[in-house]
């Protein structure tokens, strides 16, 4: 798996709505990259739901968000359209993406990880785990400690 200050792998991958999308299009903002084993299961659910929620936040810091799991592209726009997901989720059915993230499991899905990856494409935190809730908050902590106190300004 990718630690912390190693550089990010760029890759193109098919998103749920079926275009191309180009990771290395991300490079100068920092972006969440989060793994997650299988599409419309529950712990994935609350996990996109999660970011999708706290996505407005993550925006206003100029975080970027991408999700990818194993699943195919119908899957992952049926799981994207169920969960309101207002960012790219990436089918990587030929496993690709995992691998060159070091995330493939035993089972032949990812594992549950998420990368924050900062604005030069360097891997700035890895958190990993089974429980959804730790990404998500963890996603939240750096986008607050990223933005501007607007509470200051007047």
Do not use: W
């Amino acid at each position: 798996m990718l630690a912390t200050g190693a550089i990010a792998p760029t890759f193109v991958g098919t998103t749920a709505d079926g275009q191309p999308l180009d990771f290395a299009g991300y490079r100068g903002r920092p972006v969440v990259l989060y793994f997650y084993p299988k599409a419309n299961t529950a712990g994935c659910t609350l996990e996109a739901r999660g970011f999708a929620e706290n996505y407005p936040e993550l925006q206003r810091a100029g975080i970027a968000v991408v999700g990818v799991s194993v699943d195919s592209v119908e899957a992952q726009k049926s799981f994207s359209e169920k969960c309101g997901v207002p960012f790219p989720l990436v089918a990587d059915r030929d496993r690709s993406v995992a691998k060159l993230y070091g995330v493939l499991g035993f089972l032949g899905v990812a594992k549950r990880v998420t990368f924050f990856i900062d604005a030069e494409g360097k891997v700035a935190e890895v958190v990993e785990g089974l429980r959804p809730g730790p990404h998500v908050q963890r996603a939240v902590e750096r986008a607050r400690a990223a933005a501007p106190d607007y509470s200051k300004s007047k």
